[in-house]
Antibody, heavy 125, light 107 residues
Framework: QVQLVESGGGVVQPGGSLRLSCAASGFTFSSYGMHWVRQAPGKGLEWVAFIRYDGSNKYYADSVKGRFTISRDNSKNTLYLQMNSLRAEDTAVYYC??????????????????WGQGTLVTVSS | DIQMTQSPSSLSASVGDRVTITCQASQDISNYLNWYQQKPGKAPKLLIYDASNLETGVPSRFSGSGSGTDFTFTISSLQPEDIATYYCQQYDNLPPAFGQGTKLEIK
């Protein structure tokens, strides 16, 4: 069965950096686009970033563009999110999510059919 | 960016009730609309994709309809395990956007 397990969350000071990981299993990781979606405490869902199945295309929410970098290692079945210049408003549970369509193109990539359990990032001094 | 507006924000209903949640897009999104269920402390779960298609394994009491700007999510007979927050999400245009959520409680 599909499993997505995030790690790397924690407490970091404003301006600091953190790298999240998402270990995938139960499906052909190299065939699917992957996403990061976050949820601030008590708030709704916010899409953060997408990476194409082969890593050739990446898209970001305006709120994180220039500060966050999504990447993947298909040989390790692992998705990453490098977060730099962190702000208090980045405090959230970060979920990795799998796109539902293999080798997707355009907006068909943006249906999230499996999610990890999430990892909490707290930005505070 | 496309804005998604759900109503109501919260809802209290009895077991066995028919429950309806609406989602309105700020512009035409065709049928590029999904519905997710999030139980407390858990990750979201995809229930409905492309406005009206039931994800595999999801009970048939859940359904969705609509196209263009107006969409509806329905639970035909509310069960205790349906207590959750429900989100709509558009993917016609980037960035993909979620509604603010509808918190469903048992009366």
């Amino acid at each position: 069965q599909v499993q997505l397990v995030e790690s790397g969350g924690g407490v970091v000071q404003p301006g600091g950096s953190l790298r999240l990981s998402c270990a995938a299993s139960g499906f052909t990781f190299s065939s699917y686009g992957m996403h990061w979606v976050r949820q601030a405490p008590g708030k709704g869902l916010e899409w953060v970033a997408f990476i194409r199945y082969d890593g050739s295309n990446k898209y970001y929410a305006d709120s994180v563009k220039g500060r966050f970098t999504i990447s993947r290692d298909n040989s390790k079945n692992t998705l990453y999110l490098q977060m730099n210049s962190l702000r208090a408003e980045d405090t959230a549970v970060y979920y990795c999510a799998k796109g539902s369509i293999g080798y997707c193109s355009s907006t068909s990539c943006y249906v999230f059919d499996y999610w990890g359990q999430g990892t909490l990032v707290t930005v505070s001094s | 960016d496309i804005q998604m507006t759900q109503s109501p924000s919260s809802l209290s209903a009895s077991v066995g009730d028919r429950v309806t949640i609406t989602c309105q897009a700020s512009q035409d999104i065709s049928n590029y609309l999904n519905w997710y269920q999030q139980k407390p402390g858990k990750a979201p779960k995809l229930l409905i994709y492309d406005a009206s298609n039931l994800e595999t394994g999801v009970p048939s009491r859940f359904s969705g309809s609509g196209s263009g700007t107006d969409f509806t999510f329905t639970i035909s007979s509310l069960q205790p395990e349906d207590i959750a927050t429900y989100y709509c999400q558009q993917y016609d245009n980037l960035p993909p956007a979620f509604g603010q959520g509808t918190k469903l409680e048992i009366k």
